[in-house]
């Protein structure tokens, strides 16, 4: 499991008002060059941006909701600051605060401020509201709460996200004169400039040694995926279900994360929890984590709880599969995501696999209402970014060139 869970009191950390550092780190181009350095990304595209330079200069409040594939999105936002020539605050889970020193640093310096992805964080949410409402600078919100790790598939949003649009329409509303919000939906898009064969073969016979197998490479890569993809589930079945399980892929997964969510929810909930799995697990989360906290328990109750945190953790990456993912269409950029999954699920490490081309796409604003529609079956605005992104998310995957 990786280091995303921090054992100690949350504290908000507020967001840097201040431009000059952004301004220094964005005229130094940084965020390209250390994105160039650690993960072998060439070229960052911004499509586009006029949209965002229309709304800035309307005075409008802005909110961007980009889908979040990789963990190197909230850097190459930056190039999208730097060409539309404006500052971005950004909501950043709390654990970002807590890789290093520098990036720390860095990320607040930019403009990101903390929310603890394991509670319920007023003051990130009130903070987002206010600076919405304020328009001086775009907000940035990953809807989907954590990274999907599938540029081609939009994983399910927070509700959250309309909400805080929403009340800070209501503020703007009252101006005199009043004043809109709008959000921009972001599509983000990586294409993989490499040889995917021989990158493939690299990471599948890591796996297949790992699995004591020889190298399978008298199979059709696709076929040796899906060897490889098979054995990778039965082991997790094996381990959480004692024997392996039958039956299509979606079932599989299906039952295998209801299998580690349910009990938990029932012992923390007393019922089955709804929602998507994202939602279940932060609902899980937020129980688990306060006691552990503040020091209350014993080792052995500690212990329990970190072995049903990686149960949870588990749940979630899960998730990260769609099960006709590569049926649905077989490009190069989702064979690569799938078998960095494999390795990185595998191995809590993926190596860096480049070069890389990202598009940053800004789609054009969606007015938002103070009032929601109570009579709606879901909220409207939710609904209107979720079409948009998944739109863009279509017509950017078909950039992507089918596996030959």
């Known amino acids: 499991m990786q280091n995303i869970i921090i054992e100690k009191p949350y504290q908000f950390i507020p967001p840097f008002r201040g431009t000059y550092w952004s301004t220094l780190i964005k005229a130094l181009n940084i965020p390209f060059r250390h994105l160039r350095r650690t993960a072998d990304i060439t070229k960052i595209e911004c499509r586009h941006v006029e949209r965002l330079r229309k709304s800035i ?57 903390s929310v603890h992805r394991e509670g319920v964080d007023r003051q990130a949410i009130n903070t987002a509201i206010e600076l919405l409402a304020e328009a001086k600078r775009p907000l940035v919100i990953f809807p989907e709460g954590a990274t999907s790790r599938t540029n081609d ?3 399910a949003l927070l509700d959250g996200v309309a909400f805080i649009a929403r009340t800070a329409a209501k ?61 990778l589930l039965t082991l997790k079945e094996l381990e959480h279900l004692g024997e392996a399980q039958h039956g299509k892929l979606r079932e599989r997964i299906n039952g295998l994360m209801d299998r580690l969510l349910g009990p938990l929810e029932q012992e923390w909930f007393g019922k089955l929890q ?21 020091g209350g328990l014993t080792h052995e109750e500690r212990q329990h709880r970190w072995r049903q945190l990686s149960q949870i953790y588990l749940a979630q990456q899960l998730s990260c599969y769609p099960p006709d993912y590569l049926i649905q269409r ?49 909220d409207p605005l939710m609904e209107a970014i979720k079409i948009r992104l998944e739109t863009m998310m279509r017509e950017l995957g078909e950039l992507s060139p089918l596996l030959t």
Not at 80 to 96: E, K
Not at 197 to 207: C, E, F, G, P, S
Not at 211 to 227: A, D, I, N, V, Y
């Open 57 to 113: 200069d309307a005075g409008h409040g802005i909110l961007l909701t980009p889908n979040h594939p990789r963990t190197t999105d909230p850097l190459a936002m930056g190039t999208l600051a730097a060409d539309a020539r404006c500052h971005f605050y950004a909501m950043a889970s709390w654990h970002l605060f807590h890789q290093s020193r520098l990036v720390a640093w860095a990320i607040h310096k930019m403009g990101a401020f």
């Open 171 to 231: 503020k703007r509303a009252k101006l005199d004169p009043p004043g809109k919000v709008v959000v921009h939906p972001i599509g983000i898009k990586y294409l993989y400039q490499g040889d995917i064969h021989k990158t493939a073969d690299d990471i599948l016979t890591d796996i297949e040694h790992r699995l004591t197998w020889g190298p399978q490479r008298e199979l059709p890569l696709l076929q040796r995926m899906r060897k490889v993809g098979s054995a």
């Open 153 to 155: 598939h939009l994983h």
């Open 330 to 378: 077989a490009t190069v950029d989702r064979v690569l995501e799938t078998l960095e999954r494999f390795e990185e699920d595998l191995t809590d490490k993926a190596r860096v696999n480049g070069p890389m081309h990202v598009i940053i796409e800004v789609d054009e604003p969606i007015e938002v209402s103070p009032d929601r529609d109570r009579k709606a079956p879901v």
């Open 274 to 294: 709804d929602g998507g799995v994202v939602s279940r697990v932060k609902g899980l989360r937020m129980r688990l984590l306060p006691e552990m906290i503040t």
